[in-house]
Nanobody
Framework: QVRLVESGGGLVQAGGSLRLSCKVS????????MAWFRQAPGKEREFVAG????????NYIDSVKGRFTISRNNDVNTVYLQMDSLKLEDTTVYFC????????????????WGQGTQVTVSS
């Protein structure tokens, strides 16, 4: 059974930091591209950041460049999202996802998803 379990969400003041984690089990983690998405109520889910199996590169949505950092540790089957300088508009549910394909794939090509973790940024 494949499981992606996010943790690390919570309430933080604007300008603060959070580190999300996504622990993966039940699949060959080291051959999957991993990504973080987010979805606010009433809005479409959007890609936030992605990292390929070998961490050779990363990509980010423009609104988080310079503030968020995605990384992975293949030894512990975990992908992370370090979020710094958080803004009110970062408030939403964050999901991790896995695909056998490379970076830049559309959302529907991600095969496995976590249940999400809530991030709330207050003023």
């Amino acid at each position: 059974q494949v499981r992606l379990v996010e943790s690390g969400g919570g309430l933080v003041q604007a300008g603060g930091s959070l580190r999300l984690s996504c622990k993966v089990s039940g699949l060959a983690f080291t051959i999957y591209t991993m990504a973080w998405f987010r979805q606010a109520p009433g809005k479409e889910r959007e890609f936030v950041a992605g990292v390929p199996w070998d961490s050779s590169t990363t990509n980010y949505i423009d609104s988080v460049k310079g503030r968020f950092t995605i990384s992975r540790n293949n030894d512990v089957n975990t992908v992370y999202l370090q979020m710094d300088s958080l803004k009110l508009e970062d408030t939403t549910v964050y999901f991790c996802a896995a695909t056998r394909l490379g970076l830049g794939r559309p959302e529907d090509e991600y095969s496995f998803w976590g249940q999400g973790t809530q991030v709330t940024v207050s003023s």
